[in-house]
């Protein structure tokens, strides 16, 4: 385990020596191995021979989410399908899912990065931890699980759901450590309560959080309802899983695995780098990767990155808060929203809990956003008049974060539905 916290500490031009000889292989096995790609790196004219510095990847072709739907399921394979040894399959709410694979190699890089994800909040030998991601073909269960075997620690394969279970083996099997999207653990910390629990009667000492946006908000309220460290997880399957970068107690930013995954911030427009510090979507290159490799893969996700050195002595880049997708943006009545900004302005009100559903809809040609919002349970019985004290209240709120009147409708507690796996908070019924 050693050897990994020593990885991520090395000089920065150590390791981008080490990324630039991996980018170079990159190129020649996929110009050789995936079609796709061949195609596409003779379109731009590059040659493998061609690549003499990390700035060169800005000359390379990027490769999109539906380049996996067109060439579903294993068309992006750079390996014979003999050599995989898993497949996992990302959440489309749409069509059909995006497949990716595995070599046994890869399942061995995927658990070195998930024990170092695990290993930024000191996990190992001696900690229990209770993986209620979900098992299955989603990658965070498993990702998790073999992070945490790797790291010397007891996994409690718990996955999601069945609240009233997790609160028995989180007590009963002195968990310390807690793994589970940011939305879930809102909801356990909620169960724990009603239990007539408090954080010191559990052994809850970090918690990881991710699959899903989240705000800085909500941090301080599942640190604080659940006594723990809460650290960020950022993630996705086309790139490995989870394991991608990981919040370090210092909490301000999410260290990159840069060794395995090249990260680059572009304008979403003219697909051009920009300066550090500067949000734009966030772009990867696999370096290591064997059975599905990707090539400037864009991820639609809004983010910034700096490569300033962090005080816990990784060297490793951070990358900001996912502040938004650019397809999951809402565009109200000509307005940017992202629902992370209404979240923010939730968790500013007092009485109201951070559950909710943003509904849009286009009423004679006039977009309308309804926030429907949860009332905390001492409110509830106040009555109609304090309610709609407390809707003007968040009306108020949401009109400071975004600029636009939303029609607040305050619901009794427990009316949103909560998930055990990635929230689904928005309903868009213009389409
Ligand atoms: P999947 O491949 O199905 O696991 O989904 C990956 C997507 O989940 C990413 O592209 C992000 O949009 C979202 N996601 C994962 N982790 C985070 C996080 N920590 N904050 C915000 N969004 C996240
Ligand atoms: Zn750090």
Known sequence: MKELAVIERIPRAERAARQLHRLKGLITRLSERVPLYRDRLRDAGVQPGDIRSLADLARLPFTVKDDFRQTYPYGLLAVPMEEVIRVHASSGTTGKPTVVAYTRQDVDTWSEVMARTLMAGDVGPGDVVHNAY?????????????????????????????????????????????????????????????????????????????????????????????????????????????????????????????????????DPATLTPVPEGTVGELVFTTLTKEALPVLRYRTRDLTSMTTEPCRCGRTLARIGRIMGRSDDMLIIR????????????????????????????????????????????????????????LAARVRRKIFETIGLTADVSIVPPKTVERSTGKAQRVLDLRK
């Open 134 to 266: 979900g098992y299955g073909l989603f990658t965070g269960g498993l990702g998790f699980h073999y992070g945490a075997e790797r790291v010397g620690a007891a996994v409690v394969p718990i996955s999601g759901g069945f609240t009233d279970r997790q609160l028995m083996a989180l007590r009963d099997l002195g968990s310390t450590v807690l793994c589970c999207t940011p939305s879930y653990a809102l909801h356990l910390a909620e169960a724990i309560e009603e239990a007539g629990l408090k954080p010191k009667d559990l052994k809850l000492r970090v918690g990881f959080f991710g699959a899903e946006p989240w705000t800085e908000a909500m941090r301080d309220a599942l640190q604080t309802r659940l006594g723990i460290m809460a650290l960020n997880i950022y993630g996705l399957s086309e790139v490995i899983g989870p394991g991608v970068s990981v919040e370090c107690p210092e909490r301000d930013g999410m260290h990159v695995a840069e060794d395995h995954f090249l990260p680059e911030i572009v």
């Open 334 to 389: 000509g307005v940017n929203v992202y629902p992370s900004q209404i979240e923010h302005a939730l968790l500013q009100v007092a009485d109201v809990e951070p559950h909710y559903l943003l509904v849009v809809r286009r009423d004679n040609a006039l977009d309308t956003l309804e926030v429907r919002v949860e009332v905390g349970t001492a409110v509830a019985a106040a009555g109609t008049a304090a309610m709609e004290v």
